[in-house]
């Protein structure tokens, strides 16, 4: 999909109202492991995790997709990279970490932080 500048501008201003508003979640079960790992493998929490997705700008934006999940085909996902510090948490070694987020924006301005891990492949990021 194509998709502009002040698009992406936008989408980002109405998720970060809502995780302002803590109108949002991340997604930690069974099928999200890649999320848990990430607050197992490094000293981050909840209040680490929600600076870290009201710092997202334009510039961190890769791409937007539709949902191939079935029953899920008219969600339309966003995903973002973004490279923070972390400390290991068995190391105790900062470390440069490039994460994956991608979001599902409800209709009723509800956000769901589907992936929030470690990146697994490198990013393309479509404004750089």
């Known amino acids: 999909m194509t998709v502009s500048r ?3 501008e936008q989408y980002l201003y109405e998720v970060k109202a809502a995780i302002r508003n803590n109108r949002y ?4 079960n069974s099928k999200r492991q890649d ?7 490094y000293i981050i929490d909840e209040a680490d995790a929600k600076a870290v997705l009201l710092s997202l ?11 191939t999940h ?3 085909e008219h969600e339309i996902l966003w995903i ?12 105790g070694v900062e470390k440069v970490v490039g994460l994956y987020i991608k979001f599902n924006k409800l209709e009723n301005k509800y956000v769901i932080v589907v992936s929030f ?6 990013l393309t990021y479509y404004f750089k």
């Open 80 to 91: 973002f990279g973004k490279n923070v510090n972390l400390i290991g948490r068995f190391s």
């Open 25 to 28: 979640i991340i997604a930690r």
């Open 57 to 67: 700008e334009a510039d961190d934006f890769s791409e937007v997709r539709q949902n």
């Open 35 to 41: 999320n848990l790992d990430l607050f197992s493998d």
């Open 6 to 8: 002040s698009a992406v």
């Open 117 to 122: 891990h470690e990146q697994k492949h490198p």
């Open 70 to 72: 079935i029953g899920q």
